[in-house]
Nanobody, 118 residues
């Protein structure tokens, strides 16, 4: 059974930092792109950051560029999201996901809540 388990969310003051982790089990994703997504109450899910299987290519939403960093450790089957200079508008449930063999984000974690207070 494939599982993606996020951790590291919580409550932080504006300007603070959090590091999210997403550990995969049940299969390896070392040859698959992975990403972080978020959904705030009343809003659609949005892509936060993605990373290619070999870490050569990354993508960031404009709203997080320069503040968030995505990286992965294929030996640990884990992807991370380092979030610095957090803002109240970063408050959301953050999900990690992995692509399948045809490039669809078909594997999802259960989400972790990030709340940034002003």
């Amino acid at each position: 059974q494939v599982q993606l388990v996020e951790s590291g969310g919580g409550l932080v003051q504006a300007g603070g930092s959090l590091r999210l982790s997403c550990a995969a089990s049940g299969r390896t994703f070392s040859r698959n792109a992975m990403g972080w997504f978020r959904q705030a109450p009343g809003k659609q899910r949005e892509t936060v950051a993605t990373i290619s299987w070999n870490s050569y290519s990354t993508y960031y939403a404009d709203s997080v560029k320069g503040r968030f960093t995505i990286f992965r450790d294929n030996a640990k089957n884990t992807v991370y999201l380092q979030m610095n200079s957090l803002k109240p508008e970063d408050t959301a449930v953050y999900y990690c996901a992995a692509q399948d063999s045809v490039g669809r984000y078909n594997y999802w974690g259960q989400g972790t809540q990030v709340t940034v207070s002003s």
